[in-house]
Nanobody
Framework: QVQVVESGGGLVQPGGSLRLSCAASGFTFSRLVMTWYRQVPGKERELVASITIPSGSTNYADSVKGRFTISRDNAKITVYLQMNSLKLEDTALYYC?????????????WGQGTQVTVSS
């Protein structure tokens, strides 16, 4: 059974830091793309950062470049999102997505989300 589980959200003051984790399990793979998205009520889900396993290539939204860092532990199939210099506008529900390909067909797996609230 494939599972994607996020953790690490919480309440932090502006300028503070949080680290989110996303662990994927239940399948074997040759290549995965794991992506953090975030969503605020009433707005579309926004891509925050992605990383390819095992290569480690990354991609970031302009709004988080220089502040957020995505990394991975290939052995654990876990990715991390280090969020520094947090701003009020980073408040959102953060979701992790794992995408893999089987016979060139993409399959998406989503976590349940973890809330990040930036507030003074």
């Amino acid at each position: 059974q494939v599972q994607v589980v996020e953790s690490g959200g919480g309440l932090v003051q502006p300028g503070g830091s949080l680290r989110l984790s996303c662990a994927a399990s239940g399948f074997t793979f040759s290549r995965l793309v794991m992506t953090w998205y975030r969503q605020v009520p009433g707005k579309e889900r926004e891509l925050v950062a992605s990383i390819t396993i095992p290569s480690g290539s990354t991609n970031y939204a302009d709004s988080v470049k220089g502040r957020f860092t995505i990394s991975r532990d290939n052995a654990k199939i876990t990715v991390y999102l280090q969020m520094n210099s947090l701003k009020l506008e980073d408040t959102a529900l953060y979701y992790c997505n794992a995408k893999r390909w089987v016979a060139n067909m993409p399959f998406d797996y989503w976590g349940q989300g973890t809330q990040v609230t930036v507030s003074s």
